[in-house]
């Protein structure tokens, strides 16, 4: 039996409508599915099988007028931490009203209990400090709105959701990433989706459960921010990073179409691997020694500089810094040329020379685009000048190898 376990995280859930889209598309359907915080919500959602409508509540749903300004001014961590510790402190929080209106309006009680699909949700029973797993077969139907709404009240934050006279927190106090309640409800298979959040996470109670994880390839901001164009971001990057756990398309923080990687490095790979051997001076024993202890290099050394993945982190890593959007889906061919043009048009007045390269104060924010350009530069004078070069691969390995797929591609 194959379960979809969602994890707690609150905004970040936007995250796991990506990822449904994504598994739809993939033909990919589910015995069992469980969910903590957000998960649960989201869970009650694909369980009655409403991709649509729960697309919508992300998209139009006004959070903020829902849950009141105290959210709003929580955006700001200094308020945050001061809202949370006078809630701590009180035992109060935000009035959750208003979203027990909302779940009632979104979920259809009805049809999650005549799905066939098994359905559990995690929250912490603090009167009685002890975890409470509510699964459909075990929970009355007017109950189960009770339940994924104290799965939802993350403490101090919101308020504390009373059942039958025990106050109940956030399923994430417990288990933020409900696997074992899903092989409690009988899952032979697991598919795991993280949000990367604060939350207890426990160990896999049994080994011989096949667990295939999902995690964001990047940050997906603060749990309470719901902020409309963050939403859409979140949910594109968890639509391409689960084409991507199945192999659909390419990259790690970027995604690309499917093989466009390997084209790229079969069209660039021994270019790039002959250049890096002549920056570097394959024959200086000294510098060769120095790169096999640095992490970024320990691939590239062992396989005589003809190594794909270091490449694409090459790639990948000039991405970020030149700020190129990480939730499209690329033509390899097309984020070369952008990130080219990126880089021509990157200032490059006062450019540092070597030696103040040597000198740079870690301790201080540095401009990496600037030491990239700046490496590249160097790249273009005379081999006599490569000593230099091969002590500047040291100093900075990801601008060094940014600097050189650069130089390749060019």
């Known amino acids: 039996m194959r379960a979809l376990v969602l994890a707690g995280g609150g905004a970040k859930g936007a995250y796991q409508m990506g990822v449904w889209k994504a598994l739809k598309k993939l033909n990919i359907d589910f015995d069992i599915v469980t969910g903590t915080s957000i998960g649960a919500l989201n869970g009650a959602l694909v369980v009655q099988d409403t991709?649509?409508?729960?697309?919508?509540?992300?998209?139009?749903?006004?959070?903020?007028?829902?849950?009141?300004?105290?959210?709003?001014?929580?955006?700001?961590?200094?308020?945050?931490?001061?809202?949370?510790?006078?809630?701590?402190?009180?035992?109060?929080?935000?009035?959750?009203?208003n979203y027990e209106t909302f779940v009632r309006r979104w979920i259809n009680i009805d049809k999650l209990y005549k799905s066939k699909i098994k359905y559990g949700v995690v929250s912490y029973n603090l009167s009685d400090r002890e975890p409470h797993f509510a699964?459909?077969?075990?929970?009355?139907?007017?109950?189960?709105?009770?339940?994924?709404?104290?799965?939802?009240?993350?403490?101090?934050?919101?308020?504390?959701?009373?059942?039958?006279?025990?106050?109940?927190?956030?399923?994430?106090?417990?288990?933020?990433?409900?696997?074992?309640?899903?092989?409690?409800?009988?899952?032979?298979?697991v598919i795991a989706v993280e949000l990367d959040s604060i939350g207890i996470r426990r160990s896999v109670k049994n080994k011989d459960v096949k667990v295939t994880y999902i995690k964001p390839s990047c940050e997906l901001g603060s749990f309470l921010v719901f902020d409309k164009k963050l939403i859409k971001r979140n949910m594109k990057?968890?639509?391409?990073?689960?084409?991507?756990?199945?192999?659909?398309?390419?990259?790690?923080?970027?995604?690309?179409?499917?093989?466009?990687?390997?084209?790229?490095?079969?069209?660039?790979?021994?270019?790039?691997?002959?250049?890096?051997?002549?920056?570097?001076?394959?024959?200086?024993?000294?510098?060769?020694?120095?790169?096999?202890?640095?992490?970024?290099?320990?691939?590239l050394i062992k396989n005589s500089f003809n190594d794909k993945k270091t490449m694409d982190k090459s790639i990948e890593f000039l991405g970020e810094i030149f700020e190129i959007p990480n939730y499209k889906v690329y033509d390899i061919s097309m984020f070369n040329h952008i990130l080219k043009v990126k880089f021509e048009n990157y200032?490059?007045?006062?450019?540092?020379?070597?030696?103040?390269l040597k000198k740079l104060n870690f301790d201080k924010a540095i401009n990496r685009k600037h030491i990239v350009k700046s490496i590249y530069k160097f790249m273009l004078e005379p081999i006599e000048y490569h000593k230099e070069i091969a002590d500047l691969s040291v100093l900075f390995p990801k601008e060094f190898m940014g600097a050189l797929y650069l130089y390749t591609i060019s």
């Open 51 to 97: 991709y649509y409508r729960g697309k919508r509540l992300w998209l139009t749903t006004d959070f903020y007028k829902l849950f009141g300004s105290d959210l709003e001014e929580m955006k700001e961590l200094k308020n945050a931490i001061k809202f949370y510790s006078k809630n701590f402190i009180n035992k109060t929080g935000i009035d959750t009203e």
């Open 237 to 299: 990057i968890g639509y391409n990073d689960t084409m991507k756990a199945y192999g659909k398309l390419d990259g790690d923080y970027y995604t690309f179409k499917r093989n466009d990687l390997d084209k790229n490095y079969k069209k660039y790979g021994s270019e790039y691997a002959y250049v890096a051997k002549r920056m570097i001076g394959i024959n200086g024993k000294r510098t060769i020694n120095q790169l096999t202890s640095i992490t970024f290099y320990k691939r």
């Open 347 to 356: 200032d490059d007045k006062e450019l540092i020379n070597i030696n103040q």
């Open 135 to 189: 699964t459909k077969n075990k929970t009355k139907k007017n109950k189960m709105y009770d339940y994924i709404v104290a799965s939802t009240s993350c403490f101090p934050a919101f308020e504390m959701k009373e059942i039958d006279g025990d106050k109940f927190i956030d399923g994430g106090y417990y288990d933020n990433l409900p696997i074992n309640l899903a092989i409690d409800m009988g899952a032979t298979e």
